[in-house]
């Protein structure tokens, strides 16, 4: 093993410890469904298992206010392991926190930060209010 890849193992056990929430994330499908008296999607789980929901707020350079003053924007993101069943996750992929401390948290993945190296996959979401 070389000395980067015993880091990034290093690095990824330590992201996995902070990921102390329950998340599921699905797909919705092509078709609706019957379901009752009324049609509703179909959809499909892409993953389900241990996350990490970050919220931060970061100046955003291009949002000014009158006064020519930055506004701070929130830029949440769902932190998940490096895996094979995380690999498949896309924009535009619905996620619940089911269980920890943001239980009830709903929304959509916007996006995915790929990196070299990467100690999780991080996700930008846009939360549901």
Same mark, same amino acid.
């Given at each position: 093993?070389?000395?980067?890849? *015993?880091?990034? /193992?290093?690095? %990824? +056990? ?7 929430? =329950?998340?599921? $994330? !699905?797909? @919705?499908?092509? #078709? ?17 298992? !241990?996350? @990490? ?5 970061? +100046? ?6 009158? %006064? ?8 949440? @993101?769902?932190?998940?392991?490096? /895996?094979?069943?995380?690999?498949? $996750? !896309?924009? *535009?992929? #619905?996620?619940? $926190? ?6 009830? +948290?709903?929304?959509? $993945? =916007? *996006?995915?930060?790929?990196? /070299?190296?990467? =100690?999780?996959? @991080? ?5 549901? +209010?």
């Amino acid at each position: 093993m070389s000395l980067v890849s *015993g880091a990034q /193992s290093w690095g %990824q +056990a330590l992201a996995e410890s902070l990921m102390v929430d =329950t998340v599921t $994330i !699905k797909r @919705r499908g092509t #078709e609706q469904v019957l379901q009752g008296d009324e049609y509703v999607w179909s959809y499909t789980t892409v993953y389900s298992g !241990k996350c @990490r929901l970050v919220l931060r707020a970061g +100046a955003g350079v291009e949002i000014v206010d009158a %006064q020519s003053q930055l506004l701070h924007v929130q830029e949440p @993101r769902i932190d998940v392991p490096v /895996s094979a069943t995380t690999a498949n $996750i !896309k924009p *535009g992929d #619905e996620f619940e $926190i089911t269980a920890g401390n943001a239980a009830g +948290a709903k929304g959509v $993945i =916007t *996006g995915r930060l790929d990196q /070299s190296l990467k =100690t999780a996959r @991080r996700l930008p979401v846009q939360v549901a +209010a």
